[in-house]
């Protein structure tokens, strides 16, 4: 998976495992393999059984980075079962039954635009005797494209990568991109009704709350237009005035708000989290295990400025290696969430490479390395992350000056530090492997 791990230290092979047993337990046919079963006509997700000869259409719709193989795997379990269905992705994929559709992301495409506008138009043809399918999955914000009302690609491409780069939380950000669209915040959900719509989400948001992943397109909506304008007010987030006019047409009631918990929408939607960040640290902690070190999972939920959030990380990572505290090497410390980055500077790079090289900029221990990795393989840039040591960091002036720049990525490339994996077809968010050996004899 990793497709420069031959050039990559081989001190550096336990972390590596550990991503790459992370990603791969999180990947559509293994979950879908494990959490789904079809015995006769009935299907079963978690607790709940379906009847398939009770409907009389089963539709498949949805989209996100992993939205591919799962409608791949998807269609190895149900067969032609399955009527039609349409799901957008940027992983192109050979399915019978369902259409999978070429989208773009982060940012919006044309394509995705229009591939979106047939997403919808499957759905509102859903009747109350069919069954609608929907995978949702990481990634699903920018490759459910399709703008609301008057707004053009343009101005939501441009409104896209100004929230992007301003440091707002990622449920920040969606409330913009809820209040922007023909499809996000439940209105995939109105679009089904009046079907029975069971969503198979693969979570890429802390706490996988579902009214964020992939901007909640079958979720109900809390939040509402004045409150999008207040995001882009709060973080200093400049969009085109098309949008602008958007949003305050809906603040005085000229357009209608998204649909919110009281909707009829919902009342035929269940939902059913099949994998989320958990899923990946659960596998990477077994593979640590199994190599002879002990595992401590910190935390499924880390968030904030990845430069300030790798301060901490490493901070504990030394606590072990000083004092055996909280669990003594050989050891890895293993994390989950989604850290952001505040763009001022014009380099390359995403939050897993900050994370990286912040970490290597704090680490003065040679016992521990650092990987961080975005688990759909996309770090910004082509790369999915990047793994260091203090060594990476040198000169270490050199490298704070990259990192203050935003320009962690050139540097952690001329480092040979970063990690490529290509799409993994996957998306769960960060994963964080640290490692740390036994404490050697210094000085």
Same mark, same amino acid.
């Given at each position: 998976?990793?497709n420069?791990?031959?050039?990559?230290a081989?001190?550096?092979?336990?972390?590596?495992?550990?991503?790459?047993?992370?990603?791969?337990?999180?990947?559509?046919?293994?979950?879908?393999?494990?959490?789904l079963a079809l015995?006769?006509t009935?299907l079963?997700?978690?607790?709940?059984?379906?009847?398939?000869?009770?409907?009389?259409?089963?539709l498949?719709?949805?989209?996100? %980075?992993a939205?591919?193989i799962?409608?791949?795997?998807?269609?190895s379990l149900l @067969?032609?079962?399955?009527?039609?269905?349409?799901v957008?992705t940027?992983?192109?994929?050979?399915?019978?039954?369902?259409?999978?559709?070429a989208?773009?992301h982060p940012?919006?495409?044309?394509?995705?635009v229009?591939n979106t506008?047939s997403?919808?138009?499957?759905?509102?043809e859903?009747?109350?005797?069919?069954?609608?399918?929907?995978?949702v999955?990481?990634?699903?914000s920018?490759?459910?494209?399709a703008p609301?009302?008057?707004i053009?690609?343009?101005?939501?491409?441009s409104?896209?990568?100004?929230l992007l780069?301003?440091?707002?939380?990622?449920e920040?950000?969606?409330?913009?991109?809820?209040?922007?669209?023909?499809?996000?915040?439940?209105?995939?959900?109105?679009?089904?009704?009046?079907?029975?719509?069971?969503?198979?989400?693969?979570?890429?948001?802390?706490?996988?709350?579902?009214?964020?992943?992939?901007s909640g397109?079958?979720t109900?909506?809390?939040?509402?237009?004045?409150?999008?304008?207040?995001v882009?007010d709060?973080?200093?987030?400049?969009?085109?005035?098309?949008?602008?006019?958007?949003?305050?047409?809906g603040?005085d009631?000229?357009?209608?708000?998204?649909p919110?918990?009281?909707d009829?929408?919902?009342?035929?939607?269940?939902?059913?989290?099949?994998a989320d960040?958990?899923?990946?640290?659960?596998?990477?902690?077994?593979?640590?295990?199994?190599? @002879?070190?002990?595992?401590?999972v910190?935390s499924?939920?880390?968030?904030?400025?990845a430069?300030?959030?790798a301060k901490?990380?490493v901070?504990i990572?030394?606590?072990c290696?000083?004092t055996?505290?909280?669990?003594e090497?050989?050891a890895?410390?293993?994390?989950g969430?989604?850290?952001?980055?505040t763009?001022?500077?014009?380099?390359?790079?995403?939050?897993?490479?900050e994370?990286?090289?912040?970490?290597?900029?704090?680490?003065?221990?040679?016992?521990?390395t650092?990987a961080?990795?975005?688990?759909?393989?996309?770090?910004?840039?082509?790369?999915?992350g990047?793994?260091?040591t203090?060594?990476?960091?040198m000169?270490?002036?050199?490298?704070?000056?990259a990192?203050?720049?935003?320009?962690?990525?050139?540097?952690?490339?001329q480092?040979?530090?970063?990690?490529?994996t290509g799409q993994?077809?996957t998306?769960? %968010?960060?994963?964080?492997?640290?490692?740390?050996?036994e404490?050697s004899?210094?000085?």
């Amino acid at each position: 998976m990793i497709n420069n791990r031959t050039a990559l230290a081989p001190r550096h092979e336990v972390a590596l495992d550990c991503i790459e047993a992370g990603i791969n337990a999180a990947d559509p046919t293994a979950v879908i393999d494990s959490k789904l079963a079809l015995e006769g006509t009935t299907l079963t997700i978690g607790a709940d059984r379906y009847d398939l000869d009770a409907y009389e259409r089963l539709l498949v719709v949805g989209g996100g %980075n992993a939205a591919g193989i799962a409608a791949s795997a998807l269609e190895s379990l149900l @067969g032609n079962r399955i009527d039609d269905g349409v799901v957008v992705t940027d992983k192109a994929v050979a399915c019978d039954q369902i259409r999978v559709k070429a989208g773009d992301h982060p940012i919006p495409s044309e394509r995705g635009v229009e591939n979106t506008r047939s997403v919808l138009r499957l759905a509102e043809e859903a009747t109350a005797s069919d069954l609608v399918v929907a995978i949702v999955t990481g990634g699903g914000s920018a490759l459910l494209g399709a703008p609301a009302g008057e707004i053009t690609l343009d101005a939501l491409q441009s409104t896209t990568s100004a929230l992007l780069e301003s440091g707002a939380p990622i449920e920040a950000i969606n409330a913009v991109r809820k209040h922007c669209s023909a499809i996000k915040g439940g209105q995939l959900a109105r679009a089904c009704t009046p079907a029975t719509t069971v969503g198979l989400v693969f979570s890429d948001v802390v706490d996988d709350r579902l009214d964020v992943i992939a901007s909640g397109v079958c979720t109900p909506d809390e939040s509402t237009y004045s409150d999008a304008l207040e995001v882009l007010d709060r973080f200093d987030v400049s969009v085109p005035s098309s949008v602008i006019v958007h949003l305050e047409s809906g603040v005085d009631g000229a357009l209608p708000e998204t649909p919110a918990s009281d909707d009829p929408a919902f009342e035929q939607v269940t939902q059913h989290v099949v994998a989320d960040s958990t899923t990946a640290l659960e596998a990477a902690t077994t593979t640590a295990r199994e190599a @002879g070190y002990t595992p401590l999972v910190l935390s499924g939920h880390v968030r904030g400025e990845a430069r300030e959030a790798a301060k901490t990380i490493v901070a504990i990572a030394k606590q072990c290696l000083y004092t055996g505290q909280p669990v003594e090497p050989p050891a890895i410390l293993l994390s989950g969430g989604e850290t952001t980055v505040t763009v001022t500077g014009n380099g390359e790079g995403g939050p897993n490479q900050e994370f990286a090289l912040s970490a290597a900029i704090e680490t003065d221990a040679p016992e521990i390395t650092v990987a961080s990795v975005d688990t759909d393989g996309i770090d910004g840039v082509e790369a999915a992350g990047a793994i260091t040591t203090t060594e990476t960091a040198m000169p270490q002036n050199a490298a704070q000056s990259a990192l203050d720049a935003n320009d962690a990525g050139t540097f952690l490339d001329q480092a040979d530090a970063r990690i490529y994996t290509g799409q993994t077809n996957t998306n769960v %968010n960060d994963l964080r492997v640290v490692v740390i050996e036994e404490p050697s004899d210094r000085e």
